[in-house]
Each structure stands twice: as C-alpha cells, then as structure tokens.
C-alpha cells in the first residue's frame, strides 16, 4: 500500500529552528509538495521537491532523497505565525497526490 | 472572483437529504479535484477532473458524484447524505505547469446528523 509517514504534533521556541521530516512509501514518484494549513483554513502550498537535493524558499527549506524515500522541511527563526500544521505529499505513478495526514507545529514565545 | 471559492461554507444536513458543493475557480487550469479532510487522517481523493467533459473517481468515490460540463466549476453531489460523510471538503485545482501544484478553496464543512 501507498503511505505517508510524518509525526503528528512538534513543538518548538519563537525564534528557534525545527525540521519536520516525512517518509514515503508509494507506487511511484513524481514529486513532492509541502503545504501548510492554519487551523480552519485551506492548505497553502509551500514547496515543491522532484530532484534530490534542497530548495531554499526564504525561511523555509525543503530536501528530498528519493532513494530514502524521505523529505524534511526546514523552518527557521520561527515566528508565532509559523503555528499550524505542515502536510507533506507525493505524486504517485498516476499523478494523484498521496497526502500525510499532517504534522501540527506549536510554537511556544 | 480571484482563485477559488466554494458553497456553502458550512451546512447541517439530515441523513438522506441530497446536498450539492459548489466549487468555482477562475484562473482557466484544467485539472480540478475533491478532498475530504478529517481529523488524524490526510487529505482523501474523491472525485477529479483532468479537463472540461472528463471525471475520473480517487480513493473514496463511493456515495459522491461530480459533474465538469465547463473549465470554471466542478461541483460535488452527495445523492442520500450518511453521518460518515460528516467532513470537511475541499476543492483544488491544479496549473498546467511543470509542477502541477494544487491551490485549494476554503472548504465545506459539512455535518449530516
């Protein structure tokens, strides 16, 4: 079966760093995306990882390794508007986006 | 209109009524989609459409059907609503670029009771 892995809930401090990682299982792979959803509101689209390597967009980073089936996003000098949840999904052999059920970022001041 | 939007916002619904969600986007992609979102779990797949005239069915099709008869609007109808449909839904839709990324509509929450 397909199957995306992140954990569920992290916290972190204003101002701090933190990687939130997330590993896949799918039949195939046709790129990677990352979201971020604040509570009550639609996914905003963050990254987009199809090469291995990092993509650097501002604060946020994002890696991939397709031979570990793994991708992390990397937030830094965090802010208390970074709280919400971040979602990590994979284009399958199909192209239909396989999603993680979502990884929820606390910030603490 | 800029992007997409969706009605109604929020709706309580009796199990069996029929209840339709709308979606409209107007930025002319061709690819549109239905999620279900629940907590603890990811977005599901629906129902999308790859182009105007065409809808293919995704992960968790049964009990819902769509329609594309234009590029602009996809809307989602629940025949006889169930308290498993209690969820909330999101309509995306997707650019012709190289990325293919999903920009998604505030979302429906929908209750049946």
């Known amino acids: 079966g397909q199957n995306i892995d992140q954990p569920t809930e992290m916290t972190a401090t204003e101002g701090a760093i933190v990687q939130i990682n997330c590993t896949y299982q799918t039949s195939g792979f046709n790129g990677l995306f990352w979201y971020q959803q604040h509570a009550g509101e639609a996914p905003t689209f963050l990254s987009y990882?199809?090469l291995d390597g990092l993509e650097e967009k501002g604060r946020f980073s994002s890696f991939l390794s397709r031979s570990k089936g793994y991708s992390y996003l990397l937030l830094k000098e965090l802010q208390m508007k970074d709280s919400a949840s971040y979602l990590c999904a994979v284009r399958d052999s199909n192209y239909q986006l396989i999603w993680g059920a979502g990884t929820k970022l606390i910030i603490k001041p | 209109i800029a992007g997409i939007t969706q009605a109604p916002t929020s709706q309580i619904l009796a199990a069996g009524r029929r209840m339709t969600l709308r979606c409209t986007q107007d930025m002319r992609h061709n690819a549109m989609y239905w999620y279900r979102q629940d907590l603890g779990l990811g977005l599901r797949l629906i129902h999308y459409s790859n182009t105007a005239g065409t809808t293919g069915k995704g992960e968790v099709p049964d009990g819902y059907s769509v329609s594309r008869a234009n590029t602009d609007d996809f809307p989602l109808t629940l025949a006889s609503a169930v308290p498993s449909q209690t969820s909330v839904y999101f309509c995306?839709?997707?650019?012709?670029?190289?990325?293919?990324?999903?920009?998604f509509g505030p979302g429906t929450r929908l209750t049946v009771l």
């Open positions: 995306a839709s997707s650019d012709d670029g190289g990325s293919d990324t999903q920009y």
């Open positions: 990882n199809v």
